[in-house]
Structures are given as structure tokens and as C-alpha cells.
């Protein structure tokens, strides 16, 4: 099963990279870089952020609402390998659900590719690892939470912080 989410992982990341034209691969400037060795890189749509459906906001409520309630076992190193199985599981659930049902234009379908492809890589390395590898898994699927929130327009969002 795992398998099949990674060859997701890889599809999806091909999408993101054919999809874009040449020019449109680099960062622009806002404040910081996501340099993680990608060709393809986070960008704004003309200085605004992409436009997303109802379908693509209900799964990253899920996701973010799925980590944000084992934020306190994982904070105090108190989430076991169960718990870190079934958040990767709840996850790519929602993953499957967006593939299926999430309609963006082109571009900025490209650019979500770029947020779930390190989605789906966390939910990879939270059900590989126990310990420090799975909430770095958890870690990674926050980060690129956060990076959703500042490239694309999903009101209300708030990611992923301790509290919530």
C-alpha cells in the first residue's frame, strides 16, 4: 500500500515539474527560500495567492485537524508508533480523496503537487520510522501545511500550531 502512495508521491512530483513552463520554476521573492533541491519551487500566482476548490479545503482541514489532535503526545514524545501509523493513514486518505475530487486550473494544480508530494513523503516517514523519525514525518507534513497557507487561498486557514 505504501508502495503505491510513493509511486503518487513520484507521479505527482512529474506532474508538478512537466506542468511549468521555464520561467515560471523559480522562487519569487517573499521574505525566505524553499531551496529543498527541487527544480521546481513554491510560487505565488502573479503575486497572489491559487485559487483552490471546496474539495481541496475540506482535505486540508482533515489533514491539519488530523495532526493538530496528537500535537500534545507528539510534542512530549508520547506518540506511539500507532498513533503515527493511523495520522499517516488519515492523511493519505485525504490525499486519495483530493486526486480523485480536487479540480484547479493547470498552474496551480502544479504548485499543490509541490505541497502534497512533501504531505505525502511525512505520511511515508511517520509509518517507516518509530521515535524521532516518525515526528519528523509529522514535522514535515506541518511544514508543508504552512506552506499551503501562504501559497494558496483557503480562507479561515490558520496551519498547523500547538493549541489548535
Given amino acids: 500500500m505504501f508502495a503505491r502512495w510513493k509511486k503518487i508521491a513520484a507521479t505527482l512530483s512529474a506532474a508538478a515539474l512537466l506542468s511549468m513552463s521555464p520561467g515560471s520554476a523559480s522562487a519569487e521573492e517573499h521574505g525566505h527560500s524553499h531551496d529543498h533541491g527541487n527544480a521546481a519551487q513554491l510560487t505565488l500566482d502573479n503575486g497572489k495567492k491559487w485559487a483552490t476548490d471546496d474539495n481541496l479545503r475540506q482535505s486540508m482541514d482533515r489533514i491539519r485537524d488530523a495532526l493538530t489532535a496528537q500535537l500534545p503526545a507528539i510534542h512530549s514524545g508520547k506518540a506511539t508508533p500507532e498513533q503515527y ?3 499517516a493513514q488519515k492523511t493519505n486518505d485525504q490525499i ?25 513523503a511525512g505520511a511515508d516517514t511517520m509509518t517507516a520510522h518509530d ?3 516518525a515526528r519528523e514525518g509529522a514535522e514535515k507534513i506541518a511544514s508543508a501545511l504552512d506552506s499551503y497557507g501562504t501559497y494558496f487561498d483557503h480562507p479561515g486557514w490558520h496551519g498547523v500550531k500547538p493549541g489548535h
Fill in 85 to 87: 501509523r493511523t495520522l
Fill in 131 to 133: 521515535g524521532n523519525g
Fill in 96 to 120: 486519495a480523496f483530493m486526486a480523485k475530487n480536487c479540480k484547479l486550473d493547470q498552474k496551480a494544480d502544479a504548485m499543490l503537487h509541490l505541497v502534497l508530494a512533501e504531505i505525502i
